[in-house]
């Protein structure tokens, strides 16, 4: 079945640096893909999508490109901010059925200032 | 901007008691799910529903669950008989088809 595979956390920062989070998924068909952020306490929160190869997503400094041919969705900010500190979740939708939604284990993010 | 809505935020329940967990979707939306989220853990899908009825469901999905659209506005998630592994915080989403616009959740303690 699909399914989502993303580096294991945490993900430790200084302000400022780099920031990459590697996700790669299995679906049959053609998924549209997501990246979710979970700030501390809170819910799920949409950061950006694609729903076809090579499109890229972006929001707030984020950006991830579609993949199809290593199947990816790599998550990428070039200069992290303290507040980027939450649990990001790639995710992936079948469109297909039910449209279920399927989500990678999440990478937590801590940002130090 | 419409937005899904939880009640309630936190519900505090005895093991062996019957919960209901309620959403309120986007209005012009067709589809309607139901996730999961354990502590520390991921996201679990539970249930998509369509048309008045179940379109998709996953194992952990058993006898105990079910969901009802009582009227056209709420979406809601019953546990029949609470057990502490449910534990968790319960998402409601609803789409178009594709997308899906998660509510803010429910969080569950079973003691």
């Known amino acids: 079945g699909d399914s989502v595979t993303q580096m294991e956390g945490p993900v430790t920062l200084s302000e400022e640096a780099f920031l990459t989070i590697n996700c790669t998924y299995t679906a049959t068909g053609y998924p549209s893909l997501f990246w979710y952020v979970q700030y501390p306490g809170e819910g799920l929160q949409l950061l950006l999508k694609a729903t076809k190869a090579d499109d890229k997503g972006s929001n707030k400094g984020f950006e991830a490109t579609y993949r199809k041919e290593t199947t990816s969705f790599h998550l990428e900010k070039g200069s992290v901010q303290v507040s980027d500190s939450a649990v990001y979740f790639c995710?992936?939708?079948?469109?297909?059925?039910?449209?279920?939604?399927?989500f990678g284990a999440g990478t937590r993010l801590f940002v130090k200032a | 901007e419409p937005e899904v809505t939880q009640t309630p935020s936190h519900q505090v329940t005895q093991m062996g008691q019957e919960v209901i967990l309620r959403c309120v979707p986007i209005?012009?939306?067709?589809?309607f799910y139901w996730y999961r989220q354990i502590l520390g853990q991921k996201v679990e899908f539970l249930v998509s529903f369509y048309n008045n009825e179940i379109s998709e469901k996953s194992e952990i999905f058993d006898d105990q669950f079910s969901v009802e659209r009582p009227d056209g506005s709420n979406f809601t998630l019953k546990i029949r008989s609470t057990k502490l592994e449910d534990s968790a915080m319960y998402f409601c989403?609803?789409?178009?088809?594709?997308?899906?616009?998660f509510g803010p959740g429910t969080r569950l303690t079973v003691l």
């Open positions: 209005s012009n939306h067709l589809y």
């Open positions: 995710a992936l939708n079948g469109n297909t059925g039910g449209f279920k939604t399927i």
């Open positions: 989403a609803s789409s178009v088809a594709g997308e899906q616009f």
